[in-house]
C-alpha cells in the first residue's frame, strides 16, 4: 500500500512549521508526492504566501518506510536545505521497531524525534502555539 501525505499537511502549532503526516507505506512514489508537497510549501514561502522554517514529516502513522521512499525523503531535505529550511522525521519509538533494520541504520543521517513537539523543543527551545 502506498502512503498517503495529505494534501496540505497542518500548520505545526509553530512559527514557521509544517507538519506532513503520513499514513500507509512510505514508498518510492509516495515519496515522490512528498517530495512535491515540500517542494510547493517552498515555493509559497519564496512567494511570501506562508512563513516557512521548518519541515516536519510524520510518520507516527505510517505502516512502513521503505529504502526508496528513505531516498525521497533525502530529495526532500536536499532541496528543503537551499531555502535553509530544515525538514526533521517525526518517529516514535513503536512507529521505529516496525521499519526493515537497513532503513532504522539510515535514520542517522536525519534529525528524528519521538513528537512534534520534541521538535520544535529541541530547534526552537519551546513549543509555541499558533
Do not use: N
Not at 530529495?75 to 535553509?84: C, D, I, K, T
Not at 536525519?110 to 499558533?130: E, I, K, M, N, S
Request: proline content about 5%.
Amino acid at each position: 500500500m502506498t502512503a498517503t501525505p495529505e494534501l496540505l499537511g497542518r500548520e505545526g502549532g509553530a512559527d514557521g512549521w509544517y507538519v506532513l503526516p503520513v499514513r500507509g507505506t512510505l514508498d518510492r512514489l509516495s515519496a515522490a508526492r512528498l517530495v512535491g508537497l515540500v517542494g510547493a510549501r517552498l515555493r509559497m514561502a519564496e512567494l511570501g504566501q506562508v512563513r516557512l522554517r521548518h519541515v516536519a514529516v510524520d510518520l507516527t502513522s505510517a505502516d512502513g518506510l521503505t529504502v526508496d521512499g528513505l531516498k525521497g525523503l533525502t530529495q526532500a531535505v536536499e532541496l528543503a536545505a537551499r531555502w535553509r529550511v530544515g525538514v526533521h522525521l517525526i518517529v516514535p519509538g513503536a512507529a521505529a521497531a516496525r521499519l526493515p533494520l537497513p532503513v532504522r541504520c539510515a535514520l542517522g543521517r536525519y534529525r528524528v524525534f519521538p513528537t512534534v513537539a520534541a521538535a520544535q523543543l529541541a530547534v526552537d527551545g519551546a513549543v509555541r502555539r499558533a
